[in-house]
């Protein structure tokens, strides 16, 4: 069974319109199952939409892509496209520090390391992200990424 688990970036692919959108969507469909997200991702994304509705200095246009992708993620939820999933924060934060220990190479943004790592908590099969710092990470933690090229 997949237990698919995706970075921020590869949500907020699903909810704006982007030139990834459509890949993100076939890719997110051909799984079985929701797509779980933490607590954290899911407070993350609201408060990061929230935040560009209510900004002085937004664009009508943007407060209205960001509103509506509150609205399509809040939907998504609600309909379990989207499942929170609980986790050890510790555990995940810990092993995001150990990874970030022994990197040989540019440490990264905090965030970035711990996606992957919070995947690993959950026990997740499936990493879905097109960023190659978190999927290199995800690799190399035993996770199966998709898209599998980018």
Known sequence: ???PFLDSG?????????SGSQKAWEISRQLEGPLLLSS???FNTENRLQRQITASDSTPQLRAVAAAALQDFRWYLE????????LDYDIAIDL???WQKHSTGDT?????????AMA????????LSFDPR???LAKSAGLKLLPEKL
């Open 79 to 86: 309909q379990q496209v989207f499942t929170p999933i609980r």
């Open 120 to 127: 690993v908590t959950t026990g997740a099969t499936t990493f």
């Open 108 to 116: 990264l943004p905090a965030l970035l390391v711990l996606w992957p």
């Open 96 to 98: 995001a520090t150990q």
């Open 10 to 18: 590869f949500l907020l692919t699903l909810l704006f319109k982007t």
């Open 40 to 42: 954290f991702q899911i």
């Open 1 to 3: 069974m997949t237990k």
């Open 134 to 136: 978190t999927r290199q």
